[in-house]
């Protein structure tokens, strides 16, 4: 045990399994047994993996709708010295679920907060998925709208990271549909379905040909749903000033100085002055080597 874990009033982040009550580590399990209270984000649905590892800790429920009350009464606790650990229903606290109010007053109020790492259904999908993991970019859940999610999608379709979002059940197809509509058809998108658990599946296809496979695979009307779409490539680098910005320099050079030829051309083509510049020069050398 770390020494900041010997010091009382301590907040733990306790990660908790996604599916599998198999997937906690032997450190979580120790913690969870040897705190003063167990923050639960559904005390009722922590039960069944607390009592399969003889946990018997207090209980405290802290979710979306109570969270700011609940969070002043633990600071207050912790304050007071007790060891608290913060669980969130499945996976790891704070991601895309409660708990960020509580984290950030522990910290302000100088309380230790220690996380205890483990399971988390974003990185799962994403280690598994087949794509670009070195940069991406986790999104949340979609917006729940159809025109809202499009616009999302839409200012998300140029982005070169790897993207991973969760998706409801009863919205996964419609989701699906509108990746196809927004997304180039050769994009990559990966559907992860249960992950950790008996009937975990991930569904993996070019854009357009998702809907399809989609509506195929029937078991993906229920479940919980991560969806992992591949970044847009990048845009091939500039190798110089574009053949408009070289015919109006060209034109320019037929009448003004260098200096003055790479400045006009410049304010009309946008292209930058000192590259205008130097091309200029090239164009002018090589005119008089030639003549």
């Not at 922590?46 to 003889?54: A, V």
């Not at 509506?215 to 969806?227: I, K, L």
């Not at 015919?247 to 946008?270: D, W």
């Amino acid at each position: 045990m770390q020494a900041s874990e010997r010091i009382n009033g301590v907040l733990y982040l306790v990660a908790t399994p996604i599916g599998n009550l198999g997937d906690i580590s032997f450190r979580a399990v120790e913690i969870l047994r040897s705190v003063d209270l167990i923050a639960a984000e559904d005390t009722r649905h922590s039960r069944p993996l607390l009592d399969r590892y003889g946990i018997d800790r207090p209980l405290f429920a802290l979710h979306e709708h109570n969270e700011q009350q609940a969070s002043d009464r633990l600071i207050d606790r912790l304050k007071g010295g007790q060891r608290i650990a913060l669980i969130s229903d499945a996976g790891t606290p704070l991601i895309n679920d409660p708990g960020f109010p509580l984290v950030t007053r522990a910290r302000a109020a100088g309380i230790i907060v220690t996380p205890v790492p483990g399971a988390c259904a974003l990185v799962a999908a994403l280690s598994a998925s087949g794509l670009a993991t070195a940069r991406f970019a986790f999104e949340g859940f979609a917006p729940r709208t159809g025109a809202a999610r499009r616009r999302w999608f839409e200012s998300l379709v140029a982005d070169e990271r790897t993207l991973v979002f969760y998706e409801a059940s009863h919205r996964i197809r419609d989701c699906i549909a509108d990746i196809a509509t927004v997304f180039p058809v050769d994009r990559r998108v990966v559907v992860a379905r249960e992950l950790t658990k008996l009937h975990e599946s991930f569904l993996c296809g070019a854009a357009a040909e998702m809907p399809a496979l989609m509506e195929r695979a029937t078991e993906n009307r229920r479940g919980e749903f991560v969806v992992v779409i591949e970044g847009a490539k990048p845009e091939p680098a500039e190798t110089g000033p574009s053949p408009e910005a070289l015919r109006v320099l060209k034109l320019l050079l037929e009448e003004c100085s260098v200096k003055s030829a790479a400045g006009l051309a410049a304010r009309i083509t946008g292209v930058r002055r000192e590259d205008l510049y130097r091309l200029a020069l090239e164009l002018k050398r090589a005119g008089s080597d030639g003549g």
